[in-house]
Every structure is written in C-alpha cells, then in structure tokens.
C-alpha cells in the first residue's frame, strides 16, 4: 500500500509538472494585463477578461494568420499523406529490382540535418518563383521518410492474398489501392496526418526563411513578432498561444481512437 501511495504521488508531481506551465498561460491569458505583472503572482485570475483575445483577432490580424496555418498545415497534411500512402503501397507489395535499397536511400535521407538542405531547397523554391507564397511552405516538406516508413511496415500487415483476389476479378491496380488497401489503413493515415499536421502547424524555422509578407505570416511568425528586442505585448501573446494550440488540441482529441492503434501497429507489423 505504501509503494502504490508513493508511486500516485511521484505521478501527481510529474503530470503537476509538466500542466503547470499550459494552465499558467491559460489563467494568465484571461487576466488584465496589469494582473499579468502583479506581486505575488496568482494562478487564477482576480478578475476574468476576454480582452485579449479579442485584441489578438482584430488588431494583431491573428484570424488571417491562423487561416495561414491552417491552410498551410491541412494542405501539406493531406499531400505527405497521399505520396506516403503511393510510395508505402509501392515499397510493400510490390517486388522490383532495388525496392530494397531505395527503402534504404529514403530511410537513409532521415539522417541528413535539415540545416543542410536549406540552402537548396530555398535555391529551388527560388527558381520555381514560389518563394513569399504558401505553396512555397506547403510542398517541399510535404514528403517525409517517416510517412513512407509508416504506411510501408503498417501495409506489409496486408494480406497478400486479398490483393491477389481482386486483381483475380479484373480489379485495377488504382482500385486495389484507393478502395482495398486505404480504407484498412485508417489508423496509419490518421497517425500520420496528425503528426504531420502538428509538424507543420509549429514550424517556425522554413516559414521564417521563405515568407516576407505579413499577410503571408504563419501563426508561428506571428507569435515570434511579439516577442520585441524592447517590449512585449503579453497580454496577446498569452492569447494568441493559447488559441494557437486549440487546432492541435482537437485534433488529437478528434484522432485518439486512431492515433494509438496506427502507432502501435506501425511499430509491430512485419
């Protein structure tokens, strides 16, 4: 009985530690911004406010930036997952000469520091003329080793012979894929689009390199904006990090029953 009540306890203090900081910025986010800077400081705010928010939407033009991201996330979520689901398809249940080692090569390319291909793939956003433009942000990582590393191990779990079976009634390779082989990786797609959604959604390096246009700002550029070399506005700030994490927040809560099961089938099939 002690080694359990020692244990509850270890759990409580360890998931006390890491929701303290999210429910701080929630509380701080609907408190008035000289609460914010108030001695002691208080967890719960004194007196409630949506104030902040409400400044974050107009003035800081934050519903143009989360329809940014939001574009931007959905758009590169959905293209990772139809090249993942080709190229995986392709990689498990079809023999050709080197299928091997261009599993191999592409595995291999998740060893490579993303600082090393900046350069050249700003080169060639430059030349396709898509820098300063969402498409710019969209399809370059769109295309992921881990997303044809999931879908690949989560469809050699596929039996061979209902593939063979409908081929054998004159189904089409494309029908086999879209009809058979997608609809019993739902738990893999969703995995994936969830992580490629949050991956898109918190990136602040590439949106940082290729876009210029404020009107063009991810919600990631916009909450760096607000943290000045002389000042920063807090009350925002608090508030558009709060809603920013909402998306993702759903999602997850949208996705679970998936995400688990896609995670741990990825992990086990062979």
Not at 28 to 35: G, H, R, T, V
Not at 80 to 101: C, E
Not at 178 to 199: D, Q, S
Request: a positive charge; one cysteine or more; proline letters at 7%.
């Amino acid at each position: 009985m002690g080694a359990k009540s020692l244990r509850g306890s270890l759990v409580a203090l360890v998931l006390l530690f890491f929701l303290f900081p999210p429910l701080w910025i929630v509380a701080s986010s609907l408190k008035p911004p000289m609460e914010i800077f108030a001695w002691p400081p208080t967890l719960l705010p004194q007196h409630w406010t949506l104030d902040n928010f409400a400044s974050a939407l107009g003035a800081a033009r934050f519903d143009l930036f989360f329809a940014n991201s939001a574009v931007v996330a959905v758009g590169s979520s959905i293209l990772s997952v139809v090249i993942s689901i080709m190229a995986g398809f392709a990689l498990s249940k079809y023999r050709f000469p080197g299928d091997g080692l261009c599993f191999m090569l592409i595995m291999a390319t998740m060893m490579i520091p993303l600082q090393v291909v900046l350069i050249p793939m700003f080169m060639v956003l430059k030349g396709l003329g898509l820098l300063d433009s969402l498409w710019g942000l969209i399809i370059p990582p769109a295309a992921t080793p881990t997303g044809v590393f999931l879908m690949r191990q989560y469809m050699r779990g596929i039996p061979d012979s209902l593939l063979e079976a409908a081929r054998i009634d004159g189904t089409s390779e494309w029908r086999i894929l879209w009809r058979i082989v997608v609809p019993l990786c739902k738990p893999a797609i969703a995995t994936l689009a969830a992580f490629t959604f949050v991956w898109r959604w918190n990136d602040y390096l590439w949106p940082f390199l290729v876009v210029n246009d404020q009107s063009r700002w991810t919600v990631q550029l916009a909450l760096a904006n607000y943290v000045g070399q002389w000042d920063i506005d807090w009350p925002r700030l608090l508030a558009m990090a709060v809603l920013s994490s909402l998306p993702i927040l759903a999602l997850f809560i949208a996705l679970q029953r998936f995400f688990m099961s896609g995670m741990m089938a990825g992990a086990t099939k062979e």
